[in-house]
């Protein structure tokens, strides 16, 4: 299958903690990118798509219009989508976006909530109340979305125990298709790593985070959310196909400033410079890209790491059929040592992480990705 993911940088204000590409929103920048990406993806040969997803950046700050004809033309060049997702902030949606992004074959939405506490919603740079999500879960409802998903982000300095739990019981009482449930990252250049860097205590310490992720997946089983993945949990029927289709080592095409894409086996990531996406495009030359061939050890570590990500983990035989490698062989230093220290485990025919061994994850999965 094919993913199609479309990066649309523009935001009606950028929070502190995003190290995405993206840019506040204006009118003129806008507009010029819309018409980038039309030009971008009259590059690609029509294609088949099973996915597509429009993340950022902030989608809907574009007017709905604006969305429903990026979409119309991407079906044109990439026909077939079956699950089409849009990113969407809670407090940007305007009376008739629903019924405009049904009418354009949305199917799915992935609102960022973050936090339903008032005092991380400030810390986060946000700009929504925790009522404002509630009516846009009710108005997604009305409207027949086939998935609707909330983002919800613990280790925010100065949360708790007590206020994650809380976040999660407001998600859970809303009764979403899907909850993700992401660890705060603090990536460099940002504010916040200006601001761990005068007040380190002031940020989660691994021990401390792990209490949190753990409050999460017990809350989010307990209310029928299955782990289906490291930070991503969903009720029977769904799951995210499109991110599925990442953690499968599948193809997808990334259109857009700083989107990347995996194609026969290249890796290529788009400039994330915006005046140099916006010219070449223009110009009808190649969008200026870094691009690398994964083969090897390499595209073999890159795979299993992807699929230690989910709750199945690696399928031996599936693997071998594909890659041409024994797991349990050829990476036996680091399969026995992690299923010795409780962080592995073989399950019939596949490897998978233990509870425990999720905690550990971003080490367990980078042995495997430097393995030589």
């Known amino acids: 299958m094919l993913g199609v993911y479309v990066h649309l940088p523009f935001c009606s204000y950028l929070c502190p903690y995003c190290d995405f590409a993206k840019w ?12 980038a990406l039309h030009a971008e993806m009259e590059t690609y040969e029509p294609a088949a798509a099973a996915t597509m997803y429009l993340g950022g950046g ?25 699950e089409v997702s849009i990113e969407i902030n809670p407090e940007l949606v305007r009376e008739g976006d629903f019924e405009a992004y049904r009418a354009a074959g949305v199917t799915r939405l992935s609102i960022g909530v973050q936090s339903f506490e ?16 509630e009516d846009v879960v009710a108005q997604a409802r009305r409207m027949e979305f086939e998935s609707v998903s909330l983002d919800l982000i613990f280790a925010v300095p100065g949360q708790t125990p007590a206020s994650w739990r809380r976040s999660l019981d407001a998600a859970i009482a809303l009764r979403p298709d899907h909850i993700s449930a992401y660890g705060l990252t603090v990536e460099p250049g940002t504010p916040y790593a200006a601001w761990q860097a005068r007040e380190p205590e002031a940020f989660f310490d691994d021990t401390r985070e792990a209490e949190l992720y753990e409050i999460a997946i017990t809350e989010l089983g307990a209310a029928g959310y299955q782990q289906y993945e490291i930070s991503n949990f969903a009720r029977s029927g769904h799951r995210c196909a499109h991110n599925l289709n990442y953690w499968a080592n599948g193809e997808y095409l990334g259109l857009g400033v700083g989107a990347v894409s995996y194609r026969n086996g290249i890796r290529r990531a788009n400039t994330r410079s915006l005046e140099a996406y916006l010219t070449a495009a223009a110009d009808r030359r190649p969008i200026p890209a870094e691009a690398e061939r994964l083969e090897g050890r390499k595209r073999a570590g890159e795979a299993i790491m992807l699929a230690l990500r989910t709750a199945q983990g690696v399928g031996l035989r599936e693997f071998k059929e594909r890659y041409g490698i024994d797991v349990i062989a050829d990476y036996a230093p680091i399969v026995t040592q992690f299923a010795r220290t409780g962080l592995l485990e073989r399950v019939g025919d596949s490897v998978r992480l233990t509870q425990r061994g999720r905690f550990l994850a971003n080490d367990v999965c980078g042995a495997f990705v430097t393995f030589e």
């Open 118 to 133: 008032a005092a991380e919603i400030r810390t986060l740079g946000r700009k929504h109340a925790a009522a404002q999500v």
């Open 24 to 35: 506040p929103l204006r009118a003129t920048s806008a507009k010029r990118y819309l018409e």
């Open 58 to 82: 902030t989608p809907n700050a574009y007017d709905v219009h604006a969305i429903g004809a990026l979409l119309a033309r991407l079906r044109t060049r990439f026909c077939g989508a079956k």
